[in-house]
């Protein structure tokens, strides 16, 4: 054996993961940013593009005419703006849930999913933070309003400290930052190896500035490390206190239906249990138009399915509580909301949310469907859609009908609302498709780190 093929074997060892080498693991995982992409990238992106440029023109109509061009009244205040927020923050949190609580477990079956899920939280937090600037209505007027600043030039005019609203400024800000950090901190080393593998001059100056002079060494590694630990560590309470705080916007009020102490738990769940189905959604498309089969394979499908499953059957106690809290508290008004709900004018929204966050889930219980990409993907939609329901549910059905009967009215979404509702699905997928073909979706450092650890049977974390 020559010199070059015997260093050739020490930088390619085989692996057992299909039998690939760590050169062919890094071939795989940069394709998708070094070749032309498939005709259903383009066609995915093109409606994404669409849906985002429709969402514009309705940014651009809002600003320009006034928050009146939405069905807001004066009994429903809040509808499709606030709903969205509260469902974009919940779909931010699975991204948290895999890189930070999973790698605190060392649980390996996050390494190929960890990356994706972590950048659908960014997106996820920038679609949910578009909202409340746009509820303002004037937003170079109406900044002082959510976020303290100095020096005052408000006088006596300044935050409220003691608004839920403010304490969601500060949660979800402070959630979007670290996990920015915690994103881009996994980067590092896989930037690096771009910058080894690309192929032009300009790609290859641009990854090796973001990698920020990565070198590889035992040190930088162990630093690596550290860091991540302690940004998990960070992180973690921040997926339990994020969506806490968002629930604090209704259960600190006097609603009927909101004013609940089984908010903070509900809403926790709930944001993992929509935010593992999106996650569900993006990686078995990518799973299959990307081919990152050998990566995200049937058994990271299956146990994410498992954590779905899981977290439906909580949301189900929680709307089963819910029922009950109507009935046995005797509370007059507490028991004609839930009676609005279900046969009210909005009863096929809350039908609707039932069957899909509670009955659809159920067939994650047979194996052979958690490990059917196609039919993971049709329940992890059916999943998206029943969260967003819950959402427009509590905020809507909670308002409508008050506790005078002559304020009692509809909601009517007007052409308005529904662009920004498309807009921001549009946003959401354009940055992850232009995402997918820019950074690397998989760790691949990561993946290597585990297998060689598993190959010399040790039990490290990558």
Known sequence: MTSATATSEILRPPLVEGGKTYGQITDDICAPMEKRPPLGWFLAFSVSGLALLW???????????????????????????????????????????????????????????????????????????????????????????????????????????????????????????????????????DLATAAAHAKGAIRRFIFRTLSLGWSGSARTWMQHEKA????????????????????????????????????????????????????LTLLTLSREFLGFKDYITLKHIDAMCKVTLFTSMIVGLAYATEA???????????????????????????????FCNVV????????????????VFVISIFINIGMWLERFNIIVIGLHRDFLTSSWTMYKPTYVDWGLF?????LFFTCFLLFSRSLPMIAMSEIKHVLSSEKHGGKQHA
Request: with cysteine; glycine share 8%.
């Open 422 to 426: 498309i807009g921001l699905f549009g």
């Open 324 to 354: 009950l809290i109507g009935w046995y508290s005797a509370n007059t008004f507490e028991r004609f909301f839930f009676i609005n709900s279900a046969v009210g004018p909005y009863h096929y929204c809350y039908w609707t949310m039932i």
């Open 360 to 375: 659809t889930p159920q067939f994650l219980w047979f194996k052979k469907i958690r490990r059917t990409p196609a039919v």
């Open 55 to 189: 969402g514009v023109i309705m940014v651009t109509d809002l600003i320009w005419t006034g928050v009146g061009t939405w069905g807001l009244n004066k009994t429903v205040s809040w509808g499709f703006a606030i709903t969205n927020f509260v469902f974009w923050v919940g779909i931010g949190h699975a991204g948290t849930l895999i890189s930070a609580i999973l790698l605190l477990f060392r649980q390996k079956w996050r390494t190929a999913i960890n990356r994706s899920a972590e950048a659908m939280t960014i997106f996820a937090v920038m679609c949910a933070g578009l909202n409340p600037l746009l509820h303002m209505g004037r937003i170079w007027r109406g900044l002082y309003w959510l976020f303290p600043y100095y020096p005052n030039t408000m006088g006596p005019l300044f935050v409220n400290f003691r608004s839920p609203l403010l304490w969601d400024v500060f949660a979800v800000s402070t959630y979007l930052t670290i996990s920015l950090l915690f994103w881009y901190m996994g980067l590092l080393p």
């Open 228 to 279: 991540s630990l302690l940004l998990a560590g960070l992180a973690t309470p921040l997926v339990l206190s994020v969506h806490t705080v968002v629930s604090m916007d209704f259960a600190c009020a006097l609603v009927p239906g909101w004013h609940s102490t089984i908010f903070p738990p509900f809403f926790v769940t709930g944001a993992i249990f929509s935010g593992f189905a999106m996650v």
